[in-house]
């Protein structure tokens, strides 16, 4: 078959199929006037890659799973060498995945600090009559505090915000926590309560982005008066 069908056949572009003979890893038969002639097994090795591919999986890394092709299994993961190639790719996301995650932290530590940075009082006292819930600052006497009557209204939130500075709540509820540059923070979690009572309970939080739609449809379901919905500190 020319390169043409064999790209149609295997899901790839014709430029894709000559970077793979580039590479060595299709080489079709040749016609006796020199031109190119694509078999089953072309079609079965850019499936493959293409697979693989999908998978993250660099096509300079499907050699592995192509020989494996080639020496007659039915598929191209049935070889030890292939495993290796599986168990190299799941190493590198593990990586990327962890390395993510401290990034992650980083950018909530930098959230925290911005949103607070504008959001002080001169010093407890003066917060304690408006009722504000403050936490001293890290440096102790004379550091300002930290004023979250003003951050709801500052980041536009539709709740109150709590201060818990040392965890008290996380130990008292047995609350999940995690450690991030020598701090423990608490991992995203919604509680439900009512009348002094914890209704409901959602951990893990997952997937962020649409918790807030969760948690709606289920005060939606299960309709109560004078509920509040306590937040986990941002």
Same mark, same amino acid.
């Given at each position: 078959?020319?390169?043409?069908?064999?790209?149609?056949?295997?899901?790839?572009?014709?430029? &894709?199929?000559?970077?793979?003979?580039?590479?060595?890893?299709?080489?079709?038969?040749?016609?006796?006037?020199?031109?190119?002639?694509?078999?089953?097994?072309?079609?079965?090795?850019?499936?493959?890659?293409?697979?693989?591919?999908?998978?993250?999986?660099?096509? +300079?890394?499907?050699?592995?799973?192509? +020989?494996? !092709?080639?020496?007659?299994?039915?598929?191209?993961?049935?070889? *030890?060498?292939? !495993?290796? #190639? /599986?168990?190299?790719?799941?190493?590198?996301?593990?990586?990327?995945?962890?390395?993510?995650?401290?990034?992650? $932290?980083?950018?909530?530590?930098?959230?925290?600090? &911005?949103? /607070?940075?504008?959001?002080? $009082?001169?010093?407890?006292?003066? $917060?304690?009559?408006?009722?504000?819930?403050?936490?001293?600052? $890290?440096? #102790?006497?004379?550091?300002?505090?930290?004023?979250?009557?003003?951050?709801?209204?500052?980041?536009?939130? *539709?709740?109150?915000?709590?201060?818990?500075?040392?965890?008290?709540?996380?130990?008292?509820?047995?609350?999940?926590?995690?450690?991030?540059?020598?701090?423990?923070?608490?991992?995203?979690?919604?509680?439900?309560?009512?009348?002094?009572?914890?209704?409901?309970?959602?951990? *893990?939080?997952?997937?962020?982005?649409?918790?807030?739609?969760?948690?709606?449809?289920?005060?939606?379901?299960?309709?109560?008066?004078?509920?509040?919905?306590?937040?986990?500190?941002?």
């Amino acid at each position: 078959m020319k390169i043409g069908e064999l790209a149609r056949r295997a899901g790839a572009t014709v430029k &894709a199929v000559r970077y793979y003979e580039a590479m060595g890893l299709v080489s079709p038969a040749r016609l006796a006037n020199g031109y190119r002639d694509y078999g089953e097994h072309d079609v079965r090795l850019v499936r493959e890659i293409r697979t693989l591919g999908a998978l993250g999986i660099p096509v +300079d890394r499907t050699r592995p799973f192509l +020989d494996c !092709l080639a020496a007659g299994g039915t598929h191209g993961d049935d070889c *030890p060498a292939a !495993l290796a #190639g /599986y168990r190299e790719a799941i190493g590198e996301l593990t990586a990327r995945i962890e390395a993510l995650a401290e990034r992650r $932290a980083v950018l909530s530590a930098h959230l925290r600090e &911005a949103a /607070y940075r504008n959001s002080t $009082a001169t010093g407890a006292g003066a $917060a304690g009559e408006e009722g504000a819930a403050v936490e001293e600052g $890290a440096a #102790g006497e004379g550091e300002a505090v930290h004023d979250l009557a003003v951050l709801p209204e500052r980041l536009r939130l *539709p709740f109150a915000m709590l201060s818990d500075p040392s965890l008290s709540l996380a130990s008292a509820l047995g609350l999940p926590v995690f450690e991030f540059d020598g701090r423990s923070l608490f991992r995203r979690i919604t509680l439900v309560v009512r009348e002094g009572l914890i209704e409901h309970v959602f951990y *893990p939080v997952f997937p962020p982005d649409g918790h807030a739609r969760q948690v709606v449809e289920w005060l939606r379901e299960n309709p109560v008066r004078d509920c509040e919905t306590v937040h986990d500190p941002v």
